[in-house]
């Protein structure tokens, strides 16, 4: 929520507020709340600044909206560049793929990520890597993306060891 504030002090005349309550698995009356707090706010837009919980969230906004989203991930996880959300109702996970789903604009900032404690981390690398192995074998993949997937994994296998060995260490952030 700092991490919010500060956006939002940042972003200035153009912020109109912020919803600090998403939750894993995105869960539709987490959704519906959010919903009626952006409608309160009058927000044109969605900036989705933190893990996994919040890109969900800003996904099943702009799904629900039509509205331009920006993300700014914290975590590795990978999902703010896939058109799918997950979305929990009832005890009940479903998945939803759309175009609409898929964020405009994302932003990498290592700084981001440097209070993220090592098992976080390790945590929310394991998860990237399952991403991109998924993606390798998706009914729509194709040479660029195996070819991004195949180089995520070495990334990742290089750099977790990395981080837990020095979570400070910018260059494996």
Do not use: W
Not at 47 to 72: D, E, H, W
Request: proline share 5%; glycine share 10%.
């Amino acid at each position: 929520e700092a991490q919010g504030k500060s956006l939002g002090t940042a972003l200035g005349a153009l912020y109109a507020g912020i919803f600090p309550g998403a939750t894993m698995h995105t869960p539709v009356d987490v959704t519906e709340r959010a919903l009626a707090a952006m409608k309160a706010c009058e927000a044109d837009c969605v900036v989705s600044l933190g893990g996994g919980s919040t890109t969900g969230l800003g996904k099943a906004l702009a799904l629900r909206t039509g509205v331009n989203q920006l993300c700014i991930p914290t975590t590795y996880a990978g999902s703010e560049m896939t058109p799918i959300v997950g979305q929990t109702e009832n005890g009940l996970k479903t998945t939803v793929r759309d175009a609409a789903i898929l964020p405009e604009t994302v932003i990498y900032d290592v700084d981001l990520t440097l209070t993220l404690p090592a098992s976080l981390a390790a945590t929310s690398g394991i998860n990237a890597i399952a991403h991109a192995v998924e993606a390798l074998y998706a009914r729509d993949t194709n040479p660029v993306t195996s070819l991004m997937a195949e180089e995520g994994i070495r990334a990742l296998a290089r750099a977790l060891p990395a981080i837990a060995a020095k979570s400070d260490d910018r260059e494996a952030r």
